[in-house]
């Protein structure tokens, strides 16, 4: 069973991490430590030489952290997962540098405004945003990245929509300055929910999860129902509803629930695909589960205005009828 545990640690389901040369395997590690940082220090209202960083700083370095990992772990294409292709790396060192020449001009952004757009601007902020629809595309799929295009570039075509569909036309440079440089845009809510709370509850639960919570869990639904009928599929519902809790992530609770409980029901007589739909099902639900719950928990709490203890008890009822 720790055995099983561990392998959260080794999933490439959705990335090609173990694949990586060691340079990139430590590049990816060092972002994503820089990036942890970088949270737990601005959180604190941290500072250097009596200098902090202010919002917008903080965001595109956050972005300059995470962003070139989707690069180095998520293929273009499915045959490409085994290799790091030279167009990757270009676009992870794009997504960074980019990233960073934003948050150099982030003073001068807040202090006079981002419009009009300066050339320079323009230019990083069209290859960022192409970059960040890539990663979407990588990470959801083209379906997801026609949808985000089509919404983002409404604004252009505005004055050339028919019916009920017009509307007044943006320039380019516009559009694309308020999609990036904006507080509307790229720095708007969902970034400034993982900047300013994600975060800090992923890091809380990383370290639970470290100290040994999802084991335990694990253990305490394998003694409560393990002996019942159906006892497997039922473990697998507790322990995904203990394991949702300090994860908040259906992936994370579906690989450290699912390594045990899917092998167990197979055994008992459940078929592959049903004993996989249970654990699906189970493990999604897992981020309904307080305390610490998925990341539309905290856009919920941003859009309403309401603080995040008030959602999370309200969630108890609706988790335990899941």
Not at 48 to 69: E, H, N, T, W
Not at 295 to 317: G, K, P, R
Request: glycine share 10%; with cysteine.
């Amino acid at each position: 069973m720790e055995s099983s545990l561990q392998s959260l640690d080794k999933v490439e389901e959705a990335s090609r991490y173990g694949n990586l040369p060691r340079a990139f395997k430590l590049l990816f590690i060092l972002l994503t430590v820089c990036g942890a940082g970088l949270a737990v220090f601005t959180m604190f209202g941290f500072s250097v030489g009596g200098v902090a960083l202010f919002d917008v700083q903080y965001y595109y370095l956050l972005i300059a952290c995470f962003l070139p990992s989707a690069f180095l772990l998520m293929p273009m294409r499915k045959k490409d997962k085994g290799i790091l292709r030279w167009y990757d790396i270009m676009f992870a060192a794009l997504a960074l540098g980019g990233s960073l020449y934003l948050f150099t001009e982030a003073y001068s952004i807040v202090m006079t405004g981002w419009f009009p757009v300066s050339p320079n601007n323009f230019a990083v902020a069209t290859i960022l945003l192409a970059l960040i629809l890539e990663a979407a595309r990588r990470g959801g799929s083209t379906v997801f990245l026609i949808v985000c295009l089509f919404m983002g570039l409404y604004p252009i075509f505005a004055g050339h929509m028919p019916g009920i569909f017009f509307g007044i036309s943006s320039s380019w440079d516009t559009t694309i300055g308020y999609m990036v440089l904006s507080s509307d845009g790229l720095l708007g809510i969902p970034l400034r929910v993982l900047g300013d709370l994600l975060l800090g509850f992923l890091v809380f639960a990383a370290v639970l999860v470290a100290s040994g919570a999802g084991k335990f869990f694990l253990n305490l639904a394998l003694a409560l129902l393990g002996r019942f009928r159906g006892g497997p599929a039922k473990v697998a519902v507790l322990s995904s509803g203990f394991f949702g809790s300090l994860s908040g992530s259906i992936f994370a609770n579906i690989v450290a629930t699912g390594s045990v409980t899917i092998p167990t029901m197979k055994r008992t007589g459940y078929p592959s695909h049903y004993a996989a739909a249970i654990e699906a099902c189970a493990s999604t639900g897992g981020v309904l589960m307080p305390p610490v719950m998925g990341a539309l928990i905290f856009i919920m709490c941003a859009v309403l205005n309401m603080e995040y203890a008030v959602v999370m008890v309200a969630a108890f009822i609706p988790a335990i009828l899941y």
